[in-house]
T-cell receptor, first 114, second 111 residues
Framework: SAVISQKPSRDICQRGTSLTIQCQVD?????MFWYRQQPGQSLTLIATANQGSEATYESGFVIDKFPISRPNLTFSTLTVSNLSPEDSSIYLCSATTGGLGEAFFGQGTRLTVV | QKEVEQDPGPLSVPEGAIVSLNCTYS??????FMWYRQYSRKGPELLMYTYSSGNKEDGRFTAQVDKSSKYISLFIRDSQPSDSATYLCAMSGTGGFKTIFGAGTRLFVKA
C-alpha cells in the first residue's frame, strides 16, 4: 500500500490567482494521477503525472490551466491557474504501485474560489 | 454508454440489514476491480480489491466479480451507521491502465 499526503487540505482563493497543491507518497509508486471531484459527483481524471516529462492530460483539461510537475517517483504538484468560481472543487492526488491497479488517494484539497 | 455504470442512489437501509451495491462495465480488458468508501469531506479509501472473477471476503464485506456478465457487487453484512458513506466501484486493466470509477452510491444506514 501507499500513504499519500496532500496539502493544503483546503484553501480559499481569489479569482484570477493560482493554487499549487502538493502530493507526497511514502513509497515509490509507478503512476501518479490528479482527479477533480465536484460536490456529490464521482472522480474525473485530470491528468497522469509522468516522472521527468510532461503530464498526459485527459480531454477537456489543458496544461496551461493545470500545469503538473513530477520531479521524482514520490512527489507531484498540481497548479490550478487563473482561478474562477467554476474551479471550486475537491482535487485529489492518487497513486498506484506496480501494475496491479490498486489506486490509493490523498485526503484531497478543497478549493473555494471567491 | 459509460464504461462503468453505478446507481448513485441514495440507498437507505436500517441498521443490521444486508446491503448490496453493484456496478456493470463494458470493457472486457478490465482485470482489477476495487471498491472504495468515501466519507464526506474525505478522500476515497480502498475497501476491497479483487483480481479477475470470484469472491473475496473481509470481515463484514464481500466483493464478487462476474467477468462473464461484466458485473461486480459489494455486500455489507450487519450494516452499521458508521457504514454510511459513498461507495465507488473502480476497475482497471494491466500495465498501469487508468482506473475508471463509477458514479458512486450514497448509502445511509439508519440506527
Amino acid at each position: 500500500s501507499a500513504v499519500i499526503s496532500q496539502k493544503p487540505s483546503r484553501d480559499i482563493c481569489q479569482r484570477g490567482t493560482s493554487l499549487t497543491i502538493q502530493c507526497q507518497v511514502d513509497s515509490q509508486v509507478t503512476m501518479m494521477f490528479w482527479y477533480r471531484q465536484q460536490p456529490g459527483q464521482s472522480l474525473t481524471l485530470i491528468a497522469t503525472a509522468n516522472q521527468g516529462s510532461e503530464a498526459t492530460y485527459e480531454s477537456g483539461f489543458v496544461i496551461d490551466k493545470f500545469p503538473i510537475s513530477r520531479p521524482n517517483l514520490t512527489f507531484s504538484t498540481l497548479t490550478v491557474s487563473n482561478l474562477s468560481p467554476e474551479d471550486s472543487s475537491i482535487y485529489l492526488c492518487s497513486a498506484t504501485t506496480g501494475g496491479l491497479g490498486e489506486a490509493f488517494f490523498g485526503q484531497g484539497t478543497r478549493l473555494t474560489v471567491v | 454508454q459509460k464504461e462503468v455504470e453505478q446507481d448513485p442512489g441514495p440507498l437507505s437501509v436500517p441498521e443490521g440489514a444486508i446491503v448490496s451495491l453493484n456496478c456493470t462495465y463494458s470493457n472486457s480488458a478490465f482485470q482489477y476491480f476495487m471498491w472504495y468508501r468515501q466519507y464526506s469531506r474525505k478522500g476515497p479509501e480502498l475497501l476491497m480489491y479483487t483480481y479477475s472473477s470470484g469472491n473475496k471476503e473481509d470481515g463484514r464485506f464481500t466483493a464478487q466479480v462476474d467477468k462473464s456478465s461484466k458485473y461486480i457487487s459489494l455486500f455489507i453484512r450487519d450494516s452499521q451507521p458508521s457504514d454510511s458513506a459513498t461507495y465507488l466501484c473502480a476497475m482497471s486493466g494491466t500495465g498501469g491502465f487508468k482506473t475508471i470509477f463509477g458514479a458512486g452510491t450514497r448509502l445511509f444506514v439508519k440506527a
